[in-house]
């Protein structure tokens, strides 16, 4: 078969620069989060078909890269179907792999069992620019405790990473679905409604409150119910603590301690953080999957559409592996966005070892070369990072190279001089 | 579809206390590469499947795990063999990836270009105790340099990187494939049976010399042939130095220059070390790849089977992708044989941060919890890793439990106190 040069579609090789800044951010990551006593793990990236087509990855599903059957198992010729052929996938987050693994693990982990992981994750999505379709994925996750005291940790630990990355400024949203849920029902709407409800809210910081009245009206809800609805919103917005205005007039529809538990995680966050940004209670803020049940929380940058990191409270899922419910809350960080934010920003990864470059006339003997090469190490020892070559033939163009690549020094060894001298 | 709680058969999942351990051995390697200027790059861990069924990959080629074709393209019911419904597998090696990535990249790429890569590949081998179906491989090549600079720089960082993880006295086995081939040719083999006498030979340190005379005489070779050839063996053994009487020995039957780059290597590399190891001339090393050209080379441990490390020179490879030939040189690691071993003799990562545990009792105030909380901020910004949680009703299996997992301190915080005092 022939070679190709490029990579697989969609997916991308990465250069040195780039890579040197993944580390970076990768490590900032793990010290970050084993600060606060989140345990590193890891997950194969291959999962049994059947825990990825569970319903619990939503869209992702239809997005799943599959493994083919392998030896007597395989029989192409009489295959009518997909899952005739097929028993692995690549796992499309890293949420169904944690409650997997959380149920197979469950008896050696501490509870509650704070987890972080970064990978890999695959999507067949149709390849864009900026998009890829194997991205690294960072979660974190607190496995086990149904107490806000969760929440809190989860934005007081992300927002001592992001200010570590050096970001100020940004800004928490911060909703709970049972909010959402009793001001739908507060207003009239039929908890079947409720899916196709949010979705439109969901659009509210694009096309704004005419535009969600409008949609509303489109998808056949009653004008009545729309304007009580939205009008709910403004009087969010305009009170004094739009949480507390709420909490009082949802009596009776919201859970009882909802509103007291948002307020207790606003405070707590508010109180203990280490790096300046907002943490603001958004009522309009929704969140796709549909597997949250409380808090659901998302990281904004001035700046920039989009979000930089999202999660919520998932009381129900890993029960479905485990066979008992585990209450559980986690945030997954946009780790491809941050790179490419930092890239865009030609971040500089701080600590670097100074960087050498050794050029060397062809021909040197051995004992010459000897020579050099134990110098190298001695400079290696005193954490020089030094880069040992051939003299080429255009040597400035060499050094040109070099410099791009970040060599600031140069030593150059020519045979003469370096086999008589010293 | 049913879940299971296990990973992908003959898969693993990485508990805290291992992920830790490797955690660190990764930067470690990492770290000591870069002082010696290689990049750390990456490619994506799926190949476009004519590139990985080349015939470079040797047996690794019926190991692949193959990806399905997706959406239109995928005509299950109408397919006939395997090549209908697929497009892409996973990698099995770094070395294919690395070709394919040079070719794409070479103009941004400086030269020599010394390249450091760690990652998961995937074999389909038969599950068996210790072998894994994905596990992670960590290679460095030097690409672009034909002169044996490479070959030295390869041995000098990577014996540093196996003495920075405390390992001593292993041993540095180094032969040259035109050595073999030269051997062989002397002793009167045919070069269409030079594999076949190398598999033979391969098995010295298993079955000894009289099971490889045996071998090569159940495999038809002649009595005399035989012989004379593992004559040579005993003789190069009892010479003062081998690589020199071979030299002699097999002059006009060995290409010029081979035997003085040998002799390079070794010098070189002795004089330069910077921890204690041996490093040997092996004329029965052989290693199984077909693609290597010149050197190969191995690293054991005494005390265990089989190698951590091993390698050498493929010239030829690269240049099946760029159209033109790129010498190249370079060495695999066996990461996990080597996080096998560390784990093995209980190896502590050093450097780890003081481990400190709060325990809160359930009920505490928002208020009590944000001064908690903010102790902690202050305690992690001097350095220390500090979990929080609820205190369980179990305390004392709490504490155990975060003991075995390193916290060496605990502190309590009781409602009635901390609210009222401090």
Request: hydrophobic content about 35%; proline content about 3%.
């Amino acid at each position: 078969m022939a070679f190709t040069k490029k990579p697989v579609t969609g997916m991308k090789d990465i250069l040195p620069a780039e890579m040197e800044l993944r580390d970076y951010v990768l490590n900032l990551i793990t010290e970050t989060y084993r600060s606060f006593g989140f345990s590193h793990i890891e997950t194969p990236c291959m999962e049994n078909i059947g825990n990825l087509c569970s319903n619990q990855g939503g869209e992702n599903e239809k997005l799943i890269f599959k493994v083919l059957k392998r030896g007597e198992k395989l029989k192409i010729a009489e295959a009518e179907r997909e899952e005739d052929v097929v028993d692995f996938g690549m796992r499309y987050d890293l949420t169904v792999p944690l409650s997997r693994y959380y149920s197979n693990h469950q008896a050696e982990l501490s509870t509650p069992f704070k987890a972080l992981q970064m990978g890999p994750v695959w999507r067949a999505d149709r390849p864009q620019r900026g998009r890829f379709r194997q991205f690294v994925q960072c979660d974190i996750d607190i496995l086990g405790d149904p107490t806000c005291l969760a929440e809190i940790e989860l934005m007081q630990a992300t927002t001592t990473l992001l200010g570590r990355l050096g970001f100020r400024g940004f800004r928490v949203c911060f909703n709970d679905r049972r909010m959402l849920k009793a001001m739908a029902s507060y207003c009239g709407f039929a908890e079947k409604d409720f899916d196709q409800v949010f979705i439109i809210l969901d659009k509210m910081d694009k096309i704004g409150i005419d535009g969600v009245a409008k949609e509303l009206a489109e998808a056949g809800y009653g004008e009545e119910q729309a304007r009580r609805y939205l009008d709910l919103f403004v009087e969010t917005e305009e009170a004094d603590d739009g949480l507390a205005f709420l909490g009082e007039k949802l009596s009776g529809v919201l859970p009882e301690g909802v509103a007291e538990n948002m307020a207790t995680i606003l405070e707590s966050v508010r109180s203990s953080a280490s790096v300046d940004f907002d943490l603001v209670f958004d009522p309009t803020l929704v969140r796709g999957m549909s597997y949250y049940t409380g808090s659901i929380f998302e990281i904004k940058m001035p700046e920039l559409s989009g979000s930089v990191a999202g999660g919520g409270r998932y009381d129900e899922m890993i029960g479905k592996f485990t066979g008992k419910p585990v209450p559980a809350c986690g945030f997954s960080i946009g780790f491809e966005r941050i790179i490419t934010i930092l890239a865009e920003q030609n971040f500089q990864v701080p600590g670097r070892a100074e960087k050498k470059a050794y050029l060397v006339e062809k021909g040197m003997s051995g004992e010459g070369l000897s020579r050099i090469l134990d110098r190298a190490r001695q400079e290696r020892e005193n954490g020089r990072q030094v880069f040992v070559a051939w003299m080429n033939k255009n040597k400035k163009f060499q050094k040109e190279q070099l410099t791009h690549e970040g060599y600031g020094e140069f030593e150059e060894f020519f045979r003469r001089e370096w086999e008589n001298g010293q």
